[in-house]
């Protein structure tokens, strides 16, 4: 099942800060973290796995709460270069591969 | 250190024909999987492909098939293509497992007439 993403849109001026949402009806194993610009392909941010381990290499923070199957991805002071479109993707447990995105937050940054 | 490379970038069918598309991994990674973007819409998973074997599959009808070679580049069929297949297909490999941070292709935008 599909995750839910909000807000679908937010518009910041530089320097302001943001805070994604994503939520799953189903037990998750783990959140992974993508950001896609126009015309370009995604990017990967970070993942988050049940017990707290997290895997990412840019500067932007994000949470995992198991029990409520909720993931939040923080970004602050915002740059020019975070606009895109960011997607959160889940992965059941077990032997299940599958990466099932949500429709995405249009994050703008403007000056 | 090259990334994911898919060909061929665009590409124009009419409804009924087949296409291939085809996918290059990032170097030293040993999956591939396949995605469907729909203007507006996040990735639909197609299939995955580990040790030249489909692993999972998403809600994607027979027509869509794939296969993966020994160097692990793969190539995503289509067969008897409908005006709704129209989209941006996307690659992303990765390493074994179901936590591994997935690095995409550029994609193949696929038109159908």
């Known amino acids: 099942q599909q995750p839910v993403q909000s807000p679908q849109a937010v518009i910041l001026r530089e320097g302001e800060d943001a805070v994604i949402n994503c939520s799953s009806s189903?037990?998750?194993?783990?959140v992974h973290w993508y950001r896609q610009k126009h015309g370009e392909a995604p990017v990967f941010l970070m993942i988050?796995?049940?017990?707290?381990e997290q895997k990412g290499h840019e500067k932007i923070s994000a949470s995992f709460n198991e029990k409520k199957q909720q993931s939040s991805l923080y970004l602050t002071a915002s740059q020019l270069s975070y606009s895109g479109t960011y997607f959160c993707g889940t992965v059941g447990g077990g032997s299940n591969y599958k990466l099932t995105f949500g429709k995405g937050t249009l994050l703008t940054v403007n000056p | 250190d090259a990334g994911v490379t898919q060909s061929p970038t665009h590409l124009i069918k009419t409804r009924g024909q087949q296409v291939t598309l085809r996918c290059s991994p990032k170097?030293?990674?040993?999956?591939v999987s396949w995605y469907q973007q729909a203007l507006g819409q996040g990735p639909q998973f197609i299939f995955q492909?580990?040790?030249?074997?489909?692993?999972q599959r998403g809600n994607f009808p027979d027509r869509f098939s794939g296969h993966q070679f020994p160097n692990y580049s793969s190539e995503l069929n289509v067969n008897a293509l409908l005006l709704g297949d129209s989209a941006l297909y996307l690659c992303?490999?990765?390493?074994?497992?179901?936590?591994?941070?997935?690095?995409f292709g550029d994609g193949t935008r696929l038109s159908i007439l």
């Open positions: 170097s030293g990674h040993d999956t």
């Open positions: 492909y580990y040790e030249e074997e489909e692993r």
């Open positions: 992303a490999s990765s390493l074994q497992g179901n936590n591994q941070p997935q690095h």
């Open positions: 988050l796995l049940k017990g707290g």
């Open positions: 189903k037990a998750l194993y783990s």
